[in-house]
């Protein structure tokens, strides 16, 4: 347990190692305070542990309000896609009992509604969306044009009488929230985490983790190495979590499984409509 825990994820993830050698980098840093400590000069550059330890401290909070914003994004952007994952799941058992779509028909709504969460995804990432099956790929908005093509596609069969108004308006409840979704993961994807805070929160481990040493080594001796390594590890740690997880629907190993997600609503869709639905009659 401890080994795949704790010292296996130092080695097979991209983020725990890159935090690992700027923690080592300190480290070798720090040796110039412990052989200044050696040497005739080793009155030259002290400075008071006492005074990291207060300043480790207010740190500390800073640090932990910028993990907090960040995590907030990441929670608020899954909860959402679970939405869209309900969501897609009732339009697509509305769709199939109150409008009663033939088999052509079920496979227009079914390609749409299982393309609607991919094409959101490559929205989010910036990316080229292209189907064979719907011609979205030169609109600028693809999630919003699938969306408006499920929406046309209700407006005739009501037009033909085929679903009534109270019928729309319950596929509709759902359906709207489509959009919903797609309007609250665009509002993290374009309102990032101020840049002065950003900023100012890395200067200040800058300069903390720049001084830490020379506070350390007089009480340490060469101990200061080792406990700068693991100090500078945690610190450089957090705010590297931070950032990666405050975009949460980028590539890296830290953010959303969106392929996972539009995998988990296409296998729900593909369910749904490739079942008869069950008759009313005795």
Known sequence: MLLREVITPLTSSKTLLSISSLALAMGLYSVLPVLKELSVYRTV????????????????????FRTNAAYARWWEARSLWGVLINASRNVAIKLKTLSRPDAFETRYLSVRLIAFPRALMQHLRKAPFDHQDIPVAAAPHPPL?????????????KSEGRIDGDELRVIDADLAKLLDVCGGCEKISR?????????????CIFLFLLTLPWGLVEDFQWWTIPLTIVISYFMIG??????????????DEDDLDLEGLCDTIQASIETVLSEPALSTKP
């Open 45 to 64: 550059g002290d400075a008071p542990s006492d005074l990291h330890a207060a300043l480790s401290l207010v740190l500390g909070w800073l640090l932990v």
């Open 145 to 157: 044009a699938i969306v408006e093509q499920v929406y046309a596609w209700l407006s005739l069969r």
């Open 238 to 251: 957090m705010e590297i979590v931070a950032e990666h997880v405050e975009e949460p629907f980028g590539y």
């Open 191 to 203: 309102t990032p985490i101020v840049r002065s805070y950003r900023t100012f929160a890395r200067q």
